[in-house]
């Protein structure tokens, strides 16, 4: 029992294939490796399922093929979508490769340049999506490979010109199902731009504007090597050249003399941040990092064995330390100028080291000594250096500090030090509360007191509380280092005048500030540590922090006096010393300075420089002022007004204090008047400061300082009083304009206290007072909005700042005033405002109220939106005094901005309405924000608002999209607002829309307007085509609104119909359906399923509401036949098959609309209804219409064999029944189901590189275009085929086409009717004109065709026209002389004859129209069968050659492969018509011959044994045993020949080079007939080269000698034994007694050819040179044998030529190329090949040859001179005279002598007679052939008569090998030997006697093809191994292509110079016979190939 299937789990339904899976087993689907399956069922180790490629396709695959991956299913929409549980950005990038992975297979194929770029994206790609699904990536790792992820697949996209996928900000892919219009507009923008930047390629980098305040210098210490013994202090500070002074803390690194490091934390972790650092210190001029290298330990240096690379140990600092080991003494300094790295010219990188070169102390030098000199040096040398250095690498970070620990958490997390700047940053940051002193020790002097030498001072610093206590852990070297409880200097050795720079950082408590002072001691550093111990400090001084009137220590340098110190005198806790004065400047002259052991020491002194960064502190006397103001009252005045001139770092550093002070005088001042208004003006200059950009930081400690520390209950009322005075008084001239002014732009910080202020207040007091508050404060915005109302200019700046900084003022009123007030009160300011002042900034003040709280509640929003949009309209509607409107002035602006920029000049001189763009681009901004607004769900009902919207705006909107330039860039904004207008709009909007309109007129004008815009923005899309999701948004609200305005037209426009309205809703509609973003077939997979999903397939409900429309029109149906046929065609091509269905029947309608009208004009369909009679009961207009729009659209692309049947089906079934219309409707439906054929095929092919398949189907449809009697299409197919004839210079075939054309003119001078009219001929305006003009053209391509005698066909007409009708004789003249131009060009020069070829298409893997169809080709110029072969082929590379030419069988022809037949055949020429018993000139002949040809014919052989013998020799009768032999032996007996007569449709050539065969008539030809046609075609060659070589001294001999050698050195061989066994013997006589007639003439055939090889060998005689006299013996010789042998069996003949020998013979040494005679020109012609026996035969050794007498001319078969011997000429030629004067004499003589004899007339030597002969071809098998012969010959019949020629005696002789004389010869072969390799080896054995053309009898005669190859596609070979399948009638093969051009078999001779192709070879001279070949082994080498022969008319070509 078969287990049943069962459903998978739901998160086991996806899987992937990971392996190929391709079984054609029923019920599989192929599987490739990585296609994703959805897996439905399962079954034991089947699933059941179907792959994502084609979800149609559902079948069973293995489930070990597939590897399964956890999946969700969403049921949501209208079909099950699984996806797999990945992240989304995963998902995508797995959907991404898998189709650019499609496309990039196709950019191989194409050699696309970005292959390589795409092939490098997806493998990034993969590899980024193995990163993410690996899950170990960090946060900040994945979020930024998310965005190159992103970035990668957008350029991709965009290179692959793909959809632009759209991104929220967080990189995700936006629905837009949930996304507003608006929004999905705006995030086109942005990704448009942002792909721009990205795929815009390198460009020149911009520096980048600096956003940030703040900024960060990141310094790690790597290493640092120098050559020291003891421990070190590494200083590092950022230091600026200029000021020379060092601008940030320093950073402190301690540094072991041991280099091991004891603290392990400490390894690779020596960083700092230089933090503060603003835009002025990036640009600063010159900025080095420093290192301050300090030596701790002795006095003197220790010796060092070696460099020492040490690292950082966590010492002890010196400062620390007592004794004599902790002594500081400079070293050296390091630096590196990094300028460039802090303004950003050179990125840094954290991972790059940089080199600080080391410099060393002098022995006077201190450390800023030998910083300069670092900085004055530019380069350190490696001398100086030695090596030794500090190894750093350094980052610029931008941002605060918590900023650039969120950013760059690798470099600035752990332990890492921080040293700021020296000083505020430029915005200083909340909550940042500073109070730190930053002293520097700037240098001193010192006497030596009871020293010997000068002093080794270090000085100690301390901060002391006011009792003289130190203050402990203050005192910061810098960042990396604890705190101090004392700082020591660096000493210098015996320095009396020591210069320190040093810099240290006293951060003192805020509250312990004010009493502290500095105390510095200086002491003596003794080298001698036991006297070092004993020293004590020499000296002090001090500084008091706070200065008398409460500021604090300037920020300058400072003098300090120098006590004294007497240690006997002197206490340590003595704090008398503050009383005496510190400072130098304090000093008073003539008081003693001195108290318990201090002595002030006058000659001493000690510099110091301070520099205090507190936000608590300050040194600004009026500052502190006002913060004291309760204890001084009276300066209250005095110090408000110094308030406003503080510098703004001190205010915003008080800025609590500050504020606190002032709202305290203004509640508490006794003066209201005065001190309100002060402290206004104070408020507004604080919040003016606040508002700065250096001080906006400020702004929060300000919001938190109303919100949390402000407590002034009533100053509400003050404030709102003190700013309805300025408001009030806003129109007059004072002062106060400033004032109101700065009032504006701080309303926000006003309101804020007001509104904080009232709200304390209520809770205070419990609400008190709230309607007195609301009252006033609704009094102070009435005095706003009265305020906007002033139209003078001083009011201005007033009203834009107010319109400016009102609505920042809305969140806060909003908190105690009622909304809706405020939303009329505000509505009320927009509306007072004049309609042309501060227009932009009013819609700017607009924009903001949007943004504000207010918008969020729907009464506001009812009340706002009506004047809001109203104004928007106005804008959008207004006009300038020339009446343009905002949009049309925009457009025009643009063009002027043009103009100025090409002109050079200023924009705004040339137009200066500049501002309406901006206002314009406001309007659209603000509906856009209306609408993003919304579109949100959690703002309450939106109903009534896209109602006032929609009666207000919306017609504004569309009429601005009209007039909208489509290249502004507001053009797809306002697009996108009129989509969500219509989106938000419901069934009730929609019709509250129409109904709102007063009139039917109105409502006609909106829908018109409505539908062309629609219509516009699907045929000229607004949007980028790759923006597809905003493609499809507009196209499915467009859908839902067509929807809605289908039923109004509906119901509104039937009654009164207006035809208008309903054609723009169909026009409309079909655009849209029409349009390319909707054809999903065009699509991806992919691509085409994400629709469907969202949008369903838009095509099919917009063809089902076309069709509802057109059924409910009714009896209105007629006014749009035939204009919507068209459209509607265009609907119903859609590849969409319920479509079809739905719409294909429309046009049955139509056609019955048509069909029932009136013929009438004006009765309607209901008149014909009552009244039948005045029906037009036909549908021509719509039929006319249906052809030539189906034509269009089909060409176009569009319609497919679905279509085709479908149409055919559903119309068939419709007019089959209907009665009335059934035989008009069948016929109709046949007709354009033809049509439709015909334009498929054409489509098909017409892109085809094969010319000639396009050639074919333009032609078919010509025919079908002239049978259905359609002149225009017919016309423009003409054309068409025209222009392809030309592109392949076919002008032969381009002036048959363009005759097709003229023969619908006739010569009159009507005027053209529009259907005749060309696009070639544009100015011919009648039927003469056009009709002359394409005579022209068609003459001149005759011309270029070299078809003269066509042109003069045409020309003749035209002479007619001028001579007889308009007597144009100028005309006449030059059409004459151009006639007798063509007619010079017929007789002088050389055409190239074209051949033949038959080439049928078997299969049904061939294009409809070659399907199983037989053609006969015209061959190019000088193309023979081998070449025409390779050609075809080469056009065919699926076809395969068939290799047999007997017809196929169904097994061929109905599969579904392509095979090929090729074989050339012969045109047939009717001799009957034009030359019947006229002389004719060769040339014309010649023409004639391969021109206007319609029957074709060839021959291929058959092997048949006769059944007479078959009977004897079994029923043993035979008589002569040894003659049944030979008869056996002998092939002639049985080749029989099948021959084909074909004929075509047309004559060739005509409007194409081939023609299809219509009827092909085969029939066979019997041995003894095919003997007869080859004796008579061997002897009329003869005779020609006879003629030829008469008449053309000139020409080459070799064909002369080839042939004469042929025939007679194969006679003695036994060339006629063969005829002779085969045809003479009595038993033939007896079994074929009806064959009498003909064996006798063979015999008389054999006869004749004895005197014409008489004549031949005599001139080869005259003209032979000397080396061919042993040639010319032999020639003889072997000629009296044979004559005697022949004469001796038939009898004596005569010939009609005669020949005299001349009196001397000159011999030519040089064979002249040069050809100028027809005849000569005929030896083109001569071959031995031919298509009717396009077959060849291996020959046997034995060989014989067949001798032709050339019958009599006019008499019978004895008439003529008989002579045998050579006959000396009468006439005698020059040695010297080779030229042209001698031939034409030696021809004219020749020509008189053939004349007399009777055998041909006066035409000439080039002429001969044309008789009335019955044709060969129609000749039944039975029958003898009867060739043409002279008209006394043949009668009219074709029956024998008097004059007949004599009976033919066959001749049969075995000939003997040997060899002739060769010295001569052989000379004579080397001389005219061909290059190498011009003749291939054949197996077919060869001899001269091959060059002749007569056949080789002997058992396998050869009939060759085209040359000697004996490749399958050059002949068709049957062997003597092949006898039983001959006998089973197997064909012989066909021809292959050839492995050489066949150019070769042309003689030299046959061609002039000019017109040889290139590489045809010369004809080698005459050779001497070669012996007979042996029999050839089978495996053995092949035969030595023969001369190649010339390319002879083979035997049977012709019938003269």
């Known amino acids: 029992m078969i287990a049943p299937w069962k459903l998978v789990k739901e998160k086991d339904k996806y899987g992937i294939a990971i392996h190929n899976f391709h079984q054609d087993a029923t019920y599989r689907i192929k599987l490739n490796v990585g296609e994703t399956v959805h897996i439905l069922e399962e079954n034991g180790d089947w699933f059941f399922g179907y792959s994502t490629k084609n979800r149609a396709l559902r079948g069973i695959f293995p489930k070990s093929y597939i590897h399964i991956k956890e999946s969700t299913v969403d049921k949501s929409g209208p079909t099950e979508v699984i996806y797999p549980n990945q992240s989304h950005i995963v998902q995508e990038i797995t959907s991404v490769v898998r189709e650019w992975g499609q496309i990039w297979k196709l950019l191989y194929v194409k050699n ?21 699904l690996s899950g170990t990536l960090p946060v900040d790792e994945m979020k930024e490979i998310k965005q190159l992820v992103t970035s990668k697949i957008d350029t991709g996209n965009k290179m692959l010109d793909l959809d632009m996928v759209v991104r929220d900000e967080h990189g ?20 448009t731009e942002r792909i721009k930047k990205v795929t815009s390629g390198p460009t020149k980098k911009i520096p980048k504007v600096m956003t940030h305040y703040s900024h960060i210098f990141f310094v790690s210490v790597r290493n640092f090597v120098c050559k020291m013994g003891e421990d070190a202090e590494l200083l590092m500070t950022l230091y600026d050249v200029k000021e020379g002074r060092a601008i940030t803390e320093s950073y402190v690194v301690c540094w072991s003399k041991e280099g091991l490091a004891r603290d392990l934390d400490q390894l690779h972790n020596l960083r700092v941040l230089f933090t503060d650092l603003g835009s002025r210190d990036l640009t600063r001029e010159r900025v080095y990092v420093v290192c301050y290298v300090i030596r701790v330990g002795a006095m003197e240096q220790k010796d060092s064995e070696s460099k020492r690379v040490s690292q950082a140990q966590p010492i002890v600092p010196a400062s620390r330390k007592g004794g004599p080991e902790g002594m500081r003494r400079p070293f050296g300094v390091a630096a590196m100028d990094v300028t460039l790295y802090l303004s950003g010219k050179i990125e840094s990188d954290e991972d790059k080291h940089h080199f600080l070169p080391f410099l060393q102390c002098c022995d006077r030098d201190n450390l800023d000594s030998t910083l300069k000199k670092i900085i004055a040096i530019k380069e350190i040398t490696q001398k100086e250096h030695k090596g030794q250095g500090l190894w750093i690498s350094l980052k610029l970070l931008h941002g605060d500090l918590k900023q650039v620990r969120e950013e760059n958490p690798h470099l600035v997390l752990g332990n890492v030090a921080v040293a700021r700047k020296m000083g505020f940053p430029e915005v200083i940051l909340p909550g940042d509360v500073r109070n730190d002193l930053y002293l520097t020790l700037v240098g001193g002097e010192f006497s030596k007191g009871s020293k010997s030498t000068e002093r080794n001072v270090e000085v100690t610093v301390k901060v002391c509380n006011e009792k003289g206590s130190a203050i402990p852990g203050v005192i910061s070297m810098g960042g990396g280092i604890d705190p101090l409880n004392e700082y020591h200097s660096v000493i210098y050795y015996h320095e009396d005048k020591p210069r320190w720079q040093e810099t240290f950082k006293a951060a003192i408590p805020i509250e312990e500030f004010k009493g502290s002072h500095l105390k510095f001691t200086f002491k003596h550093r003794s080298s001698n540590e036991a006297k070092d111990r004993t020293e004590r400090p020499f000296a002090m001084s001090f500084v008091n922090l706070m200065q008398a009137d409460g500021t604090t220590l300037f920020d300058m340098q400072h003098e300090l006096l120098v006590y004294k110190v007497d240690h006997k005198k002197y206490d340590e806790g003595d704090i008398g010393y503050l009383n005496l004065p510190s400072l130098r400047s304090k000093l008073v002259d003539g008081q003693k300075h001195q108290i318990n052991g201090l002595t002030l020491s006058v000659k001493d002194y000690f510099l110091i420089e301070t520099n205090i960064c507190s936000t608590k502190l300050t040194q600004n006397v009026g500052l502190l002022g006002l913060l004291n103001w309760a204890g001084n009252p009276d300066g209250l005045e005095e110090s408000l007004k110094t308030l406003m001139k503080v510098d703004g770092e001190e205010v915003v550093k008080f800025l609590q204090d500050v504020l606190d002070a002032l709202f305290n005088i203004l509640m508490q001042n006794s003066d209201s008047d005065l001190y309100d208004k002060m402290v206004f003006e104070c408020l507004l200059f604080i919040i003016g400061l606040v508002s700065d950009r250096k001080y906006q930081h400020f702004q929060p400690i300000l919001d938190l300082y109303i919100q949390e520390s402000f407590s002034a209950t009533l100053a509400y009322q003050k404030l709102i009083v003190v700013l309805k005075f300025y408001i009030d008084n806003a129109n007059s001239q004072n002062s106060g304009q400033e004032i109101l002014l700065k009032t504006m732009k701080s309303l926000q910080y006003c309101m804020k206290f007001i509104v904080r202020s009232r709200q304390l207040f209520s809770v205070l007091y419990e609400g008190k007072h709230q309607e007195e508050f609301e009252t006033s404060l609704k009094s102070l915005l009435q005095s706003i909005t009265g305020m906007m109302c002033y139209n003078t200019d001083f009011t201005l700046l007033v009203q834009g700042a107010c319109l400016k900084y009102l609505p920042s003022t809305i969140p806060d009123i909003l908190k105690v005033f009622d909304s809706k007030e405020l939303s009329l009160i505000l509505t009320d300011l927009i509306n007072k405002l004049s309609p042309n002042r501060l227009t932009k900034q009013k819609m700017m003040t607009v924009n903001d109220i949007i943004h504000s709280q207010l918008f969020h509640i729907s009464e506001c929003r009812g009340i706002l939106i009506p004047v809001i949009v109203g104004k928007v309209k106005e804008l959008l509607e207004s006009k300038d005094e020339q009446g343009r409107s905002g949009v049309e002035l925009r457009n025009k602006s643009k063009s002027v901005a043009k103009v100025a920029k090409v002109l050079g000049t200023c924009k705004q001189r040339l137009h200066s309405h500049r501002g309406y763009s901006e206002e314009v681009e406001l309007c659209v901004k603000i509906l856009s924000d209306i609408m993003e607004l919304l579109f949100r769900t959690d703002i309450g009902s939106t109903v009534d608002d896209i109602s006032q919207i929609m009666l207000i705006v919306l017609r504004t909107v569309i009429q601005t999209t009209i007039a909208m330039d489509r290249e502004g860039p507001l053009v797809g904004n306002l697009v996108a607002v009129m989509i969500a207008i219509f989106r938000q709009m419901t069934p009730i909007h929609f019709q509250l829309y129409i109904n709102h309109f007063s009139t039917n007129t109105d409502l006609l004008d909106f829908l018109m307007e409505i539908l062309l815009v629609f219509k516009d923005l699907v045929s000229r899309p607004v949007y980028a085509k790759d923006w597809c999701e905003m493609i499809m948004l507009q196209s499915s609200v467009i859908l839902k609104s067509l929807r809605y305005f289908s039923h109004t037209i509906r119901d509104r426009f039937s009654q009164s119909f207006e035809q208008q309205a309903w054609s723009n809703f169909f026009h409309c509609a079909i655009a849209f359906l029409t349009q390319p973003a909707l054809q999903l077939d065009n699509f991806s997979q992919n691509k085409r399923s994400r629709i469907i999903m969202r949008y369903k397939d838009m095509r099919r409900e917009t063809g089902f509401e076309i069709r509802s429309m057109w059924f409910n029109l009714g009896q209105y149906k007629i006014h749009f036949v035939p204009s919507l046929v068209g459209p509607f065609l265009e609907m119903t091509l859609i590849p969409e098959t319920e479509l079809r269905k739905a ?17 009438n004009i004006g009765e309607s369909f209901s008149d014909t209804k009552r009244d039948s009679t005045n029906i037009k009961a036909n549908f021509s207009e719509f039929e006319n219409e249906m052809i030539a729009k189906l034509d269009i659209l089909v060409e176009g692309g569009r319609g497919d064999e679905h279509y085709k049947d479908l149409f055919y089906s559903i119309m068939y079934t419709h007019c089959d029944s209907h009665a009335t219309m ?27 590189e094969n010319k000639e398949n396009r050639m074919s189907c333009t032609v078919n449809l010509l025919d079908f275009y002239s049978e259905i009697n359609r002149k225009e299409m017919y016309i423009r197919y003409v054309n068409k085929l025209c222009d392809l004839h030309l592109e392949c210079d076919n002008y032969t075939e381009a002036a048959f086409t363009l005759r097709l054309h003229s023969k619908l003119l006739n010569w009159s001078d009507n005027s053209l009717p529009p259907l005749l009219k060309s696009n070639r001929y544009p100015n011919c305006q009648t039927h003469r004109e056009l009709k002359e003009s394409l005579y022209y053209d068609i003459i001149d391509y005759f011309d270029k065709g070299k078809m003269w005698e066509y042109a003069l066909d045409v020309c003749k007409e035209l002479v007619k026209e001028y001579e007889v009708e308009t007597y144009d004789y100028n005309q006449l003249s030059m059409l004459l002389k151009k006639m007798s131009q063509y007619y010079d060009s017929i007789m002088k020069q050389m055409r190239p004859e074209p051949e033949y070829f038959r ?3 078997y ?9 199983n169809k037989v053609f006969i080709y015209r061959g190019k110029p000088y193309e023979r069968l081998s070449d025409f072969c390779s050609r075809t082929l080469n056009q065919l590379p699926n ?5 047999k030419l007997t017809p196929p069988g169904d097994e061929i022809t109905e599969s579904p492969h392509q095979y090929v037949q090729i074989n050339k055949v012969d045109p047939v020429m009717d001799e009957r018509k034009r030359f019947s018993g006229k002389p004719v000139c060769e040339q014309i002949i010649r023409y004639h011959r391969v021109n206007d040809v319609q029957k074709f014919r060839f021959s291929r052989p058959i092997r048949r044994k006769d059944p007479n013998k078959v009977r004897r020799s079994t029923a043993g009768l035979a008589g002569d045993v040894n003659s049944n032999a030979n008869s056996e032996e002998n092939e002639f007996a049985s080749l029989w020949l099948a021959r084909t007569v074909l004929v075509t449709s047309y004559p060739l050539p005509g409007i194409l080079r081939w023609f299809p065969v219509t009827s092909a008539d085969t029939y066979e030809i019997s041995p003894l007939q095919n003997a007869i046609e080859t004796m008579e075609t061997t002897e009329k060659v003869l005779k020609d080269l006879i ?26 061989n036994g060339g006629v034994a063969n005829y002779e066994k085969a045809f003479f013997t009595s038993d033939y006589a007896t079994d074929h007694p009806e064959d009498l007639r003909s064996i006798e003439k063979l015999k008389n055939l054999i006869a004749e050819q004895i005197p014409l090889l008489e004549i031949g060998i005599q001139l080869h005689g005259q003209r032979a040179p000397p080396s061919l006299q042993p040639f010319q013996q032999r020639l003889e010789q072997c000629f009296n044998e044979m004559r005697a042998n022949i004469e001796h069996k038939y009898g004596k003949k005569t010939c009609d030529l005669k020949f005299e020998i001349p009196q001397s013979v000159t011999m030519r040494k040089n064979f002249s190329r040069n050809t100028s005679s027809s005849e000569h020109n005929r030896l083109s012609e001569v071959s031995l090949s031919s298509s009717e026996n396009s077959v060849c035969l291996k020959s046997s050794s034995s060989r014989a040859q067949i001798f032709v007498r050339p019958g009599g001319g006019g008499g019978g078969g004895g008439s003529g001179a008989n002579s045998n011997t050579l006959s000396p000429s009468k006439g005698t030629n020059k040695r010297e005279k080779h030229k042209g004067g001698s031939m034409r004499s030696s021809r004219k003589a020749f020509s008189a002598q053939i004349t007399s004899s009777g055998s041909l007339s006066g035409g000439g030597g080039n002429s001969q007679w044309y008789m009335s002969a019955s044709s060969p071809i129609s000749t039944p098998a039975s029958a003898p052939i009867t060739p043409n012969f002279p008209t006394s010959w043949m009668g009219s019949e074709g029956n024998h008569i008097e004059g007949s020629p004599p009976t033919v005696f066959e001749l049969r002789q075995e000939l003997t090998p040997k060899r002739p004389l060769r010295s001569e010869v052989e000379r004579e072969r080397r001389l005219s030997r061909p290059s190498s390799g011009q003749f291939q080896p054949s197996k077919v054995a060869a001899s001269f006697m091959a060059e002749d053309g007569s056949p080789s009898p002997g058992p396998t005669s050869p009939i060759r093809l085209n040359g000697n190859s004996s490749s399958n596609r050059d002949s068709i070979a049957t062997t003597d191994s092949t006898a039983s399948e001959e006998d089973a009638g197997v064909p012989p093969p066909l021809p292959v292509k050839t492995r050489e051009a066949d150019y070769c078999n042309l003689p030299d001779d046959s061609l002039p110079p000019a017109a040889r192709p290139a590489g045809t070879p010369t004809i080698p001279r005459v050779r001497n016979k070669p012996p007979p070949p042996e029999p050839v082994e089978e495996n053995g080498p092949p035969p030595t190939p023969p001369p190649k022969r010339p390319h002879l008319r083979p035997p049977t070509e012709r019938m003269d």
């Not at 029947?1145 to 009208?1157: G, T």
């Open 1399 to 1401: 080439v049928a298409y």
């Open 112 to 132: 696309n340049k970005n292959f390589g770029t795409i092939q490098q994206m997806i493998y990034e790609l993969v590899r980024y999506r193995s990163k993410i």
């Open 1587 to 1612: 003629v030829a070589h008469r008449n053309d001294a000139s020409l080459h001999l070799n064909p002369l000698s080839l042939k004469l050698n042929g025939i007679v050195d194969a006679a003695v």
């Open 172 to 191: 995700n892919i936006l629905n837009p199902e949930v996304t507003s219009s608006i929004q999905l507009y705006w995030q086109h923008e942005m990704a």
């Open 1439 to 1443: 076809a395969e050659l068939m290799n």
């Open 1222 to 1248: 059934k035989d008009l409707g069948i016929k109709f439906v046949k007709t354009v189901t033809r049509l439709m054929e015909r334009l498929l095929e054409y489509r098909f092919i017409i892109n085809d």
């Open 1403 to 1411: 299969g049904r893997g061939f294009p409809a129209f070659l399907q």
């Open 1143 to 1159: 719409t294909i029947p429309i046009f049955f309608d139509m056609m019955q609309c048509e069909f029932y009208s009136s013929r």
